[in-house]
């Protein structure tokens, strides 16, 4: 099969190997096994390989280069429409030696590819929508309109939609999905985690105002001033993160918050066996894997209700669902500290429901979208 996948995620060479965002890659890994040939049209990077960048598996994936664009300001437009009439163009051609289509969405480049595809009704396809589908949250025209295309079955025909969460009243070629992080073969018994002693939270992800990584040390901060013995551990990088590291230096706070940047896998997941709470304030996700990797550790999630959090955590039996204001995430911190019970319950259910979602799952349901 001749598997074509289009997507905005910058990739990197090095020698004949292509890497890209571990994430994305650890997924493309269990689609590439099934399929001969790949090309893959993406933008290439020129910057040093970073340390949650993979590579593929295979060696024989092509790479087709296409420029980033954006149009985020007048200036940036302009530009824009110079380069995207070579981008369809090579969208369109890839597209048409491919037997199968899989599109990466949102983004500039997907919403390109969807587009394009609807010159092809008759070449079977899928796309990833690794954003928000909630039909009532606020987002960007350019995601909408992706969106309305891909419901759209008369306009895009043949195709499989993956989407994050099971909403009401979608088109038949909606598909709730899901995201798989670890294989069956890396579940171990856990010792449970008391809450008596001193208590560990834990934050992984970008440094972004999206994701609000502040919000998580000022609620670490609060809870000690109440009395409370608590550390906080954060894995990531990102335009905020030089703002968080003053913070904590201008709060005395290095002793209980812990900046580590961005870690290998195994690491992360050995500090989610650690950690008690996993404090996840962000503003918009497709599939926090984040939440589903805190849960398969039995850390349990305290989360903003964006996307498809509150479908994961079983509308609060497996996590709490919070807004973004630090005092009121603290009362619901709090809640669970003077109740070792519903902690306690809340952990094991959560870890029962992640622990169903593993690669080989993720693999069977691959195979059956082929």
């Known amino acids: 099969m001749k598997f074509v996948i289009v997507t905005q995620i910058a990739h990197k060479l090095k020698g004949d190997e292509i890497f890209s965002y571990a994430p994305y890659i650890n997924e493309m890994r269990l689609w590439e096994q099934h399929v001969s040939e790949i090309r893959v049209v993406s933008p290439i990077s020129v910057q040093r390989i970073e340390i949650n960048e993979i590579a593929y598996a295979k060696k024989n994936i092509e790479l087709i280069e296409i420029k980033e664009f954006n149009i985020t300001s007048f200036k940036n437009r302009v530009v824009a429409f110079t380069k995207i009439p070579k981008i369809l163009l090579k969208i369109y051609k890839e597209m048409k030696w491919a037997d199968h289509i899989h599109l990466r969405c949102p983004g500039n480049v997907g919403l390109l590819g969807c587009f394009v595809q609807m010159l092809f009704p008759n070449t079977p396809k899928t796309v990833k929508y690794a954003g928000n589908w909630d039909p009532n949250s606020k987002q960007p025209l350019s995601y909408k309109l992706q969106k309305w295309l891909l419901s759209n079955t008369f306009l895009t025909k043949n195709c499989k939609v993956l989407v994050y969460g099971n909403w009401p009243a979608q088109s038949k070629n909606i598909l709730p999905f899901f995201t798989a992080s670890y294989s069956e073969n890396e579940i171990i018994p856990l010792e449970r985690k008391s809450i008596s002693k001193q208590i560990k939270f834990i934050f992984v992800g ?74 996840f304030i962000s503003k918009s996700e497709g599939w926090p894997k984040v939440v589903a990797e805190a849960m398969f550790w039995s850390c349990l999630p305290v989360s903003t209700g964006v996307s498809c959090v509150p479908y994961m955590l079983g509308y609060g039996k497996r996590g709490a669902i919070i807004n973004d204001k630090v005092k009121d995430i603290v009362l619901v911190v709090e809640s669970y500290l003077k109740a070792e019970g519903k902690y306690q319950l809340s952990v094991i259910q959560g870890k029962e429901w992640s622990q169903k979602y593993t690669t080989e799952k993720f693999d069977k349901a691959i195979t059956k979208l082929l």
């Open 206 to 279: 970008n440094f972004s105002v999206g994701k609000q990584p502040l919000k998580s040390v000022q609620v670490v901060e609060e809870l000690q001033h109440k009395g409370y013995d608590v550390v906080l551990d954060m894995y990531g990088f990102g335009t905020r993160y030089e703002a968080v590291e003053n913070y904590i230096q201008e709060k005395s706070l290095t002793k209980i918050v812990h900046l580590h940047g961005n870690q290998p896998k195994e690491i992360v997941k050995k500090a989610f066996q650690e950690s008690h709470f996993l404090i």
